[in-house]
């Protein structure tokens, strides 16, 4: 297997647990994002054979790719923050849409191997207008600010590939996966709020936030992961699965953003004050809500964690982590948590 973005946050829990049920893997992506990181806590990089390039280098990915020789390939390496995007829209665009392009030419070029890929995009992929909607499969795609745009076009970009290389007899099956807002240990990501909160309780600050009325669909990392497994198993058996699938949390768990602070504050027994951010905020859907339905039906996968669960998990992280706890073997325990609780579903 080759997972793109293996030292982001969710690569890295993806590339740590696909390395615990005894995949063969290769990770590709540039540095981790974020000091610390995951990556380098839960010392992913063990068993993983690792390619550091970058994504807009098509000649060093296509080379990559084919030194690997993988069966399926789950691209996750983006740029993924919409505030970035903002200051910095060409990279974004460059890294977002047209690594996407550079992933499915190096697989097309590749030609033998590659029998499933996974193309990770977004929830922001959406239009999502008006909102308020639960949002399927079918809708409209857009994007209001160049992260969110950047995804929808990689949908678009995926969506073309799969009709004109991807569908005859022996082509590498391909699909989208659209999940948000996940959270988990070990994510320390800009403007993300979560990371935010850990941030606020190690440094003894307010967390600021920005829209505590905005509501968004969290779950736990795992959740989706387990939805991209699922996917890419399933389109390397050859199911009738090629397209774009959601993968959001269990319903209720579409929470606002006051909510899971106040919450996040007695995990913490009180040690997580929050202030109203003023700052200018780029324009952002007050409302985004995903229908998981037709993943559930058809691919027989469910958000096996709730919020309150994936709450709890978050914060015992990262106080494992403040207490000098073995990282990874803090993170194993936790994705074996997983599987029991996606075995009882
Ligand atoms: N975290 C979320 O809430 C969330 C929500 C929706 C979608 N996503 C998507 O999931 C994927 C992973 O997100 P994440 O939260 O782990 O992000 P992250 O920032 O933690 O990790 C991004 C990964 O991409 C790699 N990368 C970035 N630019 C690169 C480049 N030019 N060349 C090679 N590698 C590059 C980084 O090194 C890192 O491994 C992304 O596609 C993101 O858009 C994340």
């Given at each position: 297997?080759?997972?793109t ?8 829990w ?17 540095a ?16 993983v ?38 200051r910095?829209?060409?990279t ?14 190096a ?7 590659v ?9 922001k992929?959406y ?12 809708d ?24 004109s290389?991807?569908s005859?007899d022996g082509?590498?099956?391909l ?51 387990s ?23 269990a319903?209720g ?52 964690l709730?919020l ?6 978050v914060v015992?992280?990262h ?27």
């Amino acid at each position: 297997m080759l997972v793109t973005g293996h030292t982001g946050f969710k690569g890295a829990w993806l590339s740590l647990w696909l390395h615990a049920l005894g995949a063969e893997l290769t990770g590709v992506g540039a540095a981790p994002p974020s000091r610390p990181s995951m990556y380098e806590l839960a010392r992913v990089g063990e068993g993983v054979s690792e390619r550091r390039l970058d994504i807009r280098d098509a000649d060093a990915l296509s080379a990559a790719l084919t030194a690997a020789d993988p069966e399926i390939v789950l691209h996750l390496a983006a740029q993924p923050l919409v505030r970035r995007s903002l200051r910095d829209p060409a990279t974004t665009y460059a890294v977002n849409v047209m690594g996407t392009v550079n992933v499915l030419e190096a697989v097309r070029r590749a030609g033998s191997s590659v029998r499933a890929v996974v193309v990770v995009t977004s929830d922001k992929c959406y239009a999502n207008d008006p909102p308020g909607r639960r949002l399927t499969e079918q809708d409209p795609l857009g994007g209001r600010d160049p992260y969110s745009s950047s995804k929808a076009g990689a949908e678009l970009v995926a969506a073309a590939y799969r009709e004109s290389f991807f569908s005859g007899d022996g082509a590498p099956r391909l699909a989208t996966a659209r999940a948000g807002n996940v959270i988990g240990g070990g994510d320390w990501g800009e403007d993300r709020l979560l990371a935010d909160s850990v941030r606020a309780v190690e440094t003894h600050s307010p967390l600021r936030i920005r829209n505590p009325n905005a509501v968004r669909p969290w779950q736990h990392v795992l959740n989706p992961l387990s939805g991209y497994l699922r996917l890419a198993r399933e389109l390397h058996g050859g199911g009738d699965v090629a397209s774009a699938w959601n993968f959001g949390p269990a319903d209720g768990d579409a929470r606002t953003v006051g909510w899971i602070v106040g919450r996040l504050g007695e995990l913490w027994d009180g040690a997580l004050d929050w202030e109203l951010d003023d700052r200018a905020n780029p324009p952002e859907a007050a409302h985004l809500e995903l229908d998981s339905s037709r993943a559930e039906r058809e691919l027989g996968w469910r958000a096996a964690l709730n919020l309150e669960e994936a709450l709890g998990l978050v914060v015992a992280w990262h106080r494992a982590r403040i207490d000098g706890a073995d990282m990874r073997a803090v993170s194993l325990e936790q994705i074996a948590v997983f599987s029991q609780a996606a075995a009882a579903t």
